[in-house]
């Protein structure tokens, strides 16, 4: 089996890793025009990156506001539980920053995926660099 860790840490450390990611995701495989990925609020977020044998594999990113964002996983390590595994690690983190509710804006898609780790759409759905998006939320018991 597959060794598997999650790092954290600033935009400093772990950027390269991340943006590498999220370029082939978010630009190449969806189109995302690149002025909307790189939004200029990196350096504020704390990031998370998954590796699989030392390999970088996916990403995602806390704002300090309690949003979560720019979850990303290589299309070759999809399908085995790794979105949970990043996304538990991330509201493990979220919890102890003092975070009573997180968010986030997930694809049309992925909504089964968030609501698998309870969270709830709501509101109407919207376009995201020309994607339908569902807003939800989570609030920590």
């Not at 082939?24 to 704390?46: H, K, S």
């Not at 968010?103 to 969270?119: M, N, S």
Request: hydrophobic share 40%.
């Amino acid at each position: 089996m597959s060794e598997r860790h999650i790092t954290n840490g600033d935009w400093e450390t772990l950027g390269s890793a991340c943006s590498a990611i999220r370029k082939v995701v978010f630009i190449e495989e969806q189109n995302v025009p690149q002025a909307e990925e790189w939004d200029g609020r990196d350096p504020q977020c704390l990031h998370f990156l998954l590796h699989v044998d030392d390999r970088a594999m996916g990403t995602a990113r806390l704002l300090p506001d309690g949003h979560i964002g720019r979850v990303a996983i290589l299309e070759e390590a999809r399908g085995q539980g790794l979105g949970l595994h990043l996304m538990e690690a991330i509201l493990v983190a979220a919890r102890e920053a003092g975070h009573h509710t997180v968010h986030l804006d997930a694809q049309t898609y992925a909504i089964p995926f968030y609501e698998r780790l309870g969270f709830t759409a709501y509101g109407d759905e919207f376009l995201d660099a020309n994607i339908p998006h569902y807003h939800m939320s989570l609030r920590f018991q």
